[in-house]
């Protein structure tokens, strides 16, 4: 039934032009698709591995900190309206995605993990980098702190808008907790793209799927992540340690615009 219902919802919405919903003063539309840090596409663990049987999300942070010399990296695709892109693809009129990806690489410093990550934004080439630290608080909760697009060229509106030359430079908190065996949830609050706070939930519906929803701040974003080889929710719990992670994303952003992404980690 659970995976039921997460099918059907990702097929409601209404279709966009565009991603207008996305473009306006303040409203970072290169920001609202994959995160580019820990989590985001693919699952991260309170022990710092990289699986499904840990935390995910999508375009918003976790608290639970890869290290340990681990490696990830995601290319995902946020189309302008229900229909999937495989690409990033602009024509004469308009964009038919926005594409963005991630190379992120992790090492434990200062008792906990330490993640530089750089984000290719579209193809023209430009990107954004990203920073996070973070601990353990016991009970499985994790707590860290970050940055995303250090730099802060990425643009905060929109392509010609007015506003877009305001800095992206957006610095979080975000805690996350285990939701018994079930699933992990997340809230943090930051500044710019975070100022108005956010949250994800993630839970699994089968053995090796997880439904993914989130508020950005914006709107909801919700989804399903498929774990290609990875461990199961039922597996060794040894497993995810001794393999290379591949994950699938499926879902909507804003309730509105089609989204896809896969992740390797190892």
């Known amino acids: 039934m659970r995976s039921g219902l997460v099918v059907a919802g990702l097929l409601l919405g209404a279709t966009a032009f565009g991603q207008s ?7 970072y539309p290169q920001f609202r698709g994959l995160s580019g840090l820990p989590g985001g596409g693919i699952g991260v663990t309170f022990d710092g591995h990289y699986s499904l049987r840990g935390a995910i999300a999508y375009s918003t942070p976790i608290g639970y900190a890869p290290g340990g010399g681990r490696v990830s990296s995601t290319l995902g695709v ?4 229900l229909r999937p892109v495989l690409i990033e693809d602009s024509g004469k009129d308009r964009a038919a995605g926005n594409g963005t ?3 992120n690489i992790s090492v434990d410093l200062l008792g906990g993990g330490f993640t530089f990550g750089i984000m290719p934004l579209s193809g023209a080439w430009d990107q954004a980098w990203t920073a ?6 016991g009970n499985e909760i994790g707590l ?3 940055v995303q697009d250090l730099v802060g060229g990425g643009g905060s509106s929109g392509e010609n808008l007015p506003g877009d030359d305001r800095s992206s430079r957006s610095a979080y908190l975000v805690v996350t907790q285990p939701y018994g065996n079930w699933g992990h949830w997340s809230a943090g609050i930051g500044t710019r793209r975070f100022q108005k706070g956010f949250a994800n939930f993630s839970g699994w519906i089968n053995n090796n799927m997880k ?16 774990s290609v080889n990875g461990a199961t929710r039922d597996g060794d719990r040894d497993d995810y340690r001794r393999r290379i992670e591949t994950t699938v994303f499926l879902g909507l952003v804003q309730n509105k615009y089609a989204s896809w992404s896969i992740g390797v980690s190892f």
Request: net charge negative; proline share 0%; charged share 10%.
């Open 101 to 103: 990806g991630s190379l």
């Open 21 to 27: 919903g996305l473009i306006g003063m303040d409203r």
């Open 211 to 226: 439904a993914v929803v989130e508020h950005d701040g914006f709107g909801l974003n919700y989804g399903v992540a498929w």
């Open 144 to 146: 860290a702190f970050g």
């Open 78 to 81: 946020v189309a302008s309206n």
């Open 132 to 137: 996070q630290w973070g601990t353990h608080l």
